[in-house]
Antibody, heavy 123, light 110 residues
């Protein structure tokens, strides 16, 4: 099973950008679907977007589509999530996870998850 | 606010059976399968139930999932102190074209 290791915590100023990495080990990186989910303090989970490596497709949640960019580096088996124009409301733990898609997205699930990356936005 | 609705908290005593509800709509739970994730304090979520009622390897059969119409439920029987955790439901939403989550339910074992 794939293992996902994320980059360390970040502190950013309002208006700046943050780039979080998610390195995959085990299995075939080219066949992964990696999804990004965030969790603000004391809040629920929120899907941000995903990259479907086998098709080269990237989908973004409508809420973030103009601020988030997901990319992948095949040479290092790493997926990146960059979020721009940060505000205090972006303070959250950001998780990557492998999305298992047996047939269609309607029946997919997330397993395993990375350990999470805390991003704090503060002046 | 979360698209799926869960109670903020539930509680039970050791050995008891508890259920956690997850309410959605025809565009998510009503037409797609439901997943449940367990999140122990300070840790990442972990898959608990997938495709509404399937348990991954290693998850005890004390945990079970079901769905009826636009609502889903997670049942935990033989409650143990180690079950004290946050539980999140999730489903694909056809209108939003992405997965949606509930706000999470904190289970306290008294």
């Amino acid at each position: 099973q794939v293992q996902l290791m994320q980059s360390g915590p970040e502190v950013k100023e309002p208006g700046s950008s943050v780039k979080v990495s998610c390195k995959a080990s085990g299995g075939s990186f080219s066949s992964y679907t990696i999804t990004w989910v965030r969790q603000a303090p004391g809040q629920g989970l929120e899907w941000m977007g995903r990259i479907i490596r086998i098709f080269g497709t990237i989908n973004y949640a409508q809420k973030f589509h103009d601020r988030v960019t997901i990319t992948a580096d095949d040479s290092t088996s790493t997926v990146y999530m960059e979020l721009s124009s940060l505000t205090s409301e972006d303070t959250a733990v950001y998780y990557c996870a492998e999305e298992i898609v047996p047939a269609t997205s309607a029946h997919s699930w997330f397993d395993p998850w990375g350990q999470g990356t805390l991003v704090t936005v503060s002046s | 606010q979360s698209v799926l609705t869960q109670p903020p908290s539930v509680s039970g005593t050791p050995g008891q059976r508890v259920t956690i509800s997850c309410s959605g709509s025809s565009s998510n739970i009503g037409s797609n399968t439901v997943n449940w994730y367990q999140q122990l304090p300070g840790t990442a979520p972990k898959l608990l139930i997938y495709k509404t009622n399937q348990r991954p390897s290693g998850v005890p059969d004390r945990f079970s999932g079901s769905k009826s119409g636009t609502s889903a439920s997670l049942a935990i029987s033989g409650l143990e102190s180690e079950d004290e955790s946050d539980y999140h439901c999730a489903a694909w939403d056809d209108s939003l074209n992405g997965p949606v989550f509930g706000g999470g339910t904190k289970l306290t074992v008294l």
